[in-house]
């Protein structure tokens, strides 16, 4: 059987109503990709699912081709809007809890977000990352340990916020300095932690281009609770991508992008007479690597 | 109860694999715009359900994030890749099947494709609409009339196809002449309509982009049926945007977009010894308007 013959046999017939997902994905070639052949077909029958369900008109659909052009063209090197979008339909969220399920206790997984920055200068425990001397002072600590609560020695804790006014240093580049609220700090053999950051603020996602105008027409806010980002790698265990939020925090139960997690709230303690005005201790456990296949 | 109550009664916890869908849902707020709030609620299920069937890997998500970037930012003013990808998907053509439900005798709708152009000037019956002298000649003749065949006066009929190298005008400025292949015809008392263009030959859709990548790693080739465009509006009818396609042709049953029709398949006729080459007969028969509500 040649490739043609077998591309006329699974022509189903000309495309209708009815027959429309079994007549697009029938038109798929023999000599596709098998998991890009599996992953469109389902895409292909969601869609056509949801066009049918809803019964789309055809303003609606012009809508649309418009809303993920203008999200397509708003992209630069600094702003991500269809990782905005994905993280507002809670679709960034499912992608993380599928591929990182954990049990505790293991630390569990969050958003990543689109303001992490590779090559940050290692520290020394105890430094200080806020470097433009803005906000309320807090000190982070903690162990990072494998599942039965031993040390791990050599993990790499990656951390970042937003400063005071609410913005990352890369939104702001020559306003805020570069690294500010940022570091890298490598544990010993004691598995700890500890640094002297501020205490995260609340702030809205960037909400004035497509994703702002969807929020809004769904009578959505933008803002994420305060949080501290973490990224922890160490040799023999998966890597934790993970945030720890502000209890308290009024956005908690209804953050933007859906990322917080009931074991992700950290307590935050005021401090008096002390050289720092707050406290936020947070264990990470690591799972142990997967199994290559 | 004020909307910051209901939002919060709408919370039904924090986000998890397994309430992805109503923790999302669950998140737009009582001043919503109600179809917009119904559609995305379906998009949103219909999303998720597509990506905990595949269960998608971070890895994918990553290529879907950039591939609809890329289709966002190669679209101009000439180039529509998101409608590209909406009529490869077999989406354009469910949207219009739902939209322009026909029972016969009505002619049956189909894509109306991104190359038509308002405000091309009006011929006379029989003109050519051939400027640029190539191809083979064809003659189109038919009549319009309502569902009883009783013909209907001042129809506008818009046509448009490629030329004989498979480019339409627009895609060509500078090359071809412009309004090449392309006229408007209105019809008198007897409802008919007749012009020479050229007997239509197929053509790739461009697959120099994002969704050209696609049909490729699906194994499926860019090509429509050669085909002649229509759009034909009368005053008191629904608007008709259909094609006939060339009966014969090669990609009939494998059209890149899946426009064809068993109804919308036109005989032409070669003619010998005459002015033009060949022939093709076709009558449009229009459904009356809806009722406003």
């Given at each position: 059987m040649t490739g043609t013959e077998r591309r006329g046999g699974d022509v189903t017939g000309y495309f209708t109503e009815q027959n429309s997902v079994e007549t697009v994905n029938g038109r798929t070639g023999p000599n596709a990709d098998p998991r890009l052949a599996h992953v469109m077909a389902s895409l292909v029958r969601h869609l056509h699912n949801f066009v049918r369900e809803v019964e789309l008109t055809q303003d609606e659909w012009e809508i649309g081709i418009d809303f993920l052009t203008r999200t397509g063209q708003i992209c630069t090197h600094e702003r991500q809007e269809f990782i905005l979008l994905s993280d507002t339909l809670g679709v960034s969220m499912l992608v993380d809890a599928i591929n990182n399920r954990r049990t505790p206790p293991a630390t569990e997984n969050t958003v990543f977000g689109p303001f992490h920055v590779e090559g940050c200068p290692v520290r020394q425990m105890?430094?200080?990352?806020?470097?433009?001397?803005?906000?309320e002072t807090c000190l982070f600590a903690g162990r990072v340990t494998d599942l039965d609560g031993k040390p791990i020695s050599g993990a790499r804790i990656d951390v970042w916020s937003d400063n005071a006014d609410g913005y990352y240093d890369v939104q702001q580049p020559g306003i805020q300095p570069q690294w500010n609220n940022r570091g890298v700090f490598v544990t010993g053999d004691d598995g700890q932690y500890s640094f002297v950051g501020i205490k995260p603020v609340s702030y809205p996602i960037p909400d004035d281009g497509p994703v702002g105008a969807m929020l809004a027409g769904l009578d959505r806010h933008p803002y994420r609770p305060a949080h501290m980002h973490y990224m922890v790698r160490a040799e023999g265990f998966q890597k934790l991508v993970t945030h720890t939020f502000v209890g308290g925090d009024k956005y908690l139960e209804s953050d933007a992008v859906f990322g917080v997690k009931q074991t992700l709230v950290a307590p935050f303690t005021k401090l008096d007479g002390e050289k720092t005005e707050w406290r936020s201790d947070y264990d990470f456990v690591l799972m142990p690597a997967r199994q290559k296949r």
């Open positions: 105890g430094d200080s990352i806020c470097l433009d001397g803005k906000g």
